[in-house]
């Protein structure tokens, strides 16, 4: 079967898919993981809401809500972060996957052209296979010609 010339372009290709798809892949992981960021803080911050009502029923310790509120302050600007960090990422995500789209594209044109020339070398292969079958044929018959002539003539001399 007849080598792909562009094999090594075309294992080039597949290695950056691989890799920015991979790199897709980092973002999203980086994403899921300030999503979950983002939930436990949240979710602390619902503590503190309790805590801080909690702190002003019966004698009221203004210190514990002063606390309170100085650790809510910190997590609004933990969760702020996060959104910052989460708005990048997903700027970094669009680029990273229309890198992906590209080097998808570039491996399945050259997949495209491997498929075409393999094949065309297929029929290559099978146009000569049946020009000698032909030539072998055409041989074998000129071959029986000659036979059935001396035959022929061979025969006609006997009888005489």
């Keep these: 079967m007849a ?12 290695r950056d898919r691989d890799l920015a798809a991979k ?28 805590y801080r009502k909690q702190a002003s029923h019966g004698s009221i310790n203004l210190h514990l809500i002063l606390d309170a509120q100085r650790y809510q302050m910190v997590l609004s600007a933990q969760s702020a972060q996060i ?33 075409q020339r393999l094949e065309a070398a297929e029929v290559h292969a099978l146009a000569k296979q049946q020009e000698r079958l032909d030539e072998w044929s055409s041989i074998r ?14 025969g006609y001399n006997d009888s005489h």
Excluded at 24 to 38: I, P, R, W
Excluded at 141 to 154: C, K, P
Aim: glycine share 2%; proline share 0%.
């Design 141 to 154: 018959h000129a071959m029986a010609a000659i036979r059935d002539a001396e035959t022929a003539e061979t």
């Design 3 to 14: 080598k792909f010339r562009l094999a090594t372009l075309l294992k080039l290709r597949e």
């Design 23 to 50: 790199a897709v892949q980092d973002v999203l992981t980086a994403m899921s993981k300030l999503d979950e960021a983002q939930r436990e803080i949240d979710q602390s911050n619902r503590d503190m809401d309790a």
């Design 83 to 115: 959104a910052d960090h989460k708005g990048k990422l997903k700027q970094e995500l669009e680029r990273r996957q229309f890198a992906l789209v590209q080097t998808q594209q570039a491996v399945k044109s050259l997949e495209k052209l491997r498929d």
